[in-house]
């Protein structure tokens, strides 16, 4: 019986029909999977893309650290290791004055002036003389210690101040006296406010000495400039004496800077450099 649409009767179709219909419903599956295989694709080269994004970021950042390394590393580091090793003691202070100076951890009735020093620079027993001023209150070493030199830098602004001092009596400009009372004064005070007479760091008395020095410390911003107390200077310190007590050696600013890096050197680091990033974007590509 050929009923087709009769109330409540069902549709019938021929074979033809059927064999259309599963075309139809094979091509859309199909296409329903080709469209997923394309999405799929698309977020795998997707999740590439961004793979190598990250890869060359991390690339990007770890030339840029390795170049901040090489160019200004050198100049300061977080945890400042000594250039050298030298051997050093005191012979005398001269021209000095006395007085009473109180520092941060004790008050002494000291000599203040030029310290004159003996030096071994190669360790070989040869000693030289030059001088330089304190910059700790501890006691002076009269036999020969072993001394870490230190760019002025890599220990703070401080130490760059007494090269600056340093330097400023070196060339006449200031007394031995006064430079002394101005050494202690910056490398010691840490109120960012430097005066001689107040602070962690003091004298007990009033001289011209004390304000030929105030009139020093009052330059010490504007006076740096494009000084380059690395290049000039060194700070002297006793690696077995760290105390805060007058029980060890003292330390010192003294003249001789650290040595250049050789151009040869410089080379052969950037060398190094380069061949580094060149590995990692081997590597890079390799994962790829």
Known sequence: MDN???AGG???????????QAVVKMKGGDAVRKLSERLTVARQNNQLKTHKKGELSKMKKLFVCAVCLLFFGMGANVFATPYAEVSLYQTGVNPYS????????????VLYGEYELMIDWEMDGTYLEISGFCVEDSLAPTQGKTYGLYRPSDLGTNYVNAAWVLDQYRQGKV?????QLAAWEVSMEDTGTYDVTTGILHVNFENDYVTEANNLLAQ?????????ADLLYSIAINPSDQTTTPS???DYVIPG????PEPATMLLLGSGLI??????????????
């Open 4 to 6: 087709r649409g009769g």
């Open 10 to 20: 069902s549709f019938l179709f021929s074979s033809s029909d059927l064999n259309a």
């Open 98 to 109: 006395t007085g009473s100076i109180t520092f941060p951890n004790l008050t002494l009735e």
């Open 175 to 179: 007394s031995a006296q006064a430079g």
């Open 220 to 228: 010490v911003t504007a006076g740096l400039g494009d000084f380059d």
């Open 248 to 250: 060890g050696s003292q």
């Open 257 to 260: 800077g650290a040595p250049v």
């Open 275 to 288: 061949g580094l990033a060149g590995l990692g974007r081997k590597k890079f590509f390799k994962k790829s």
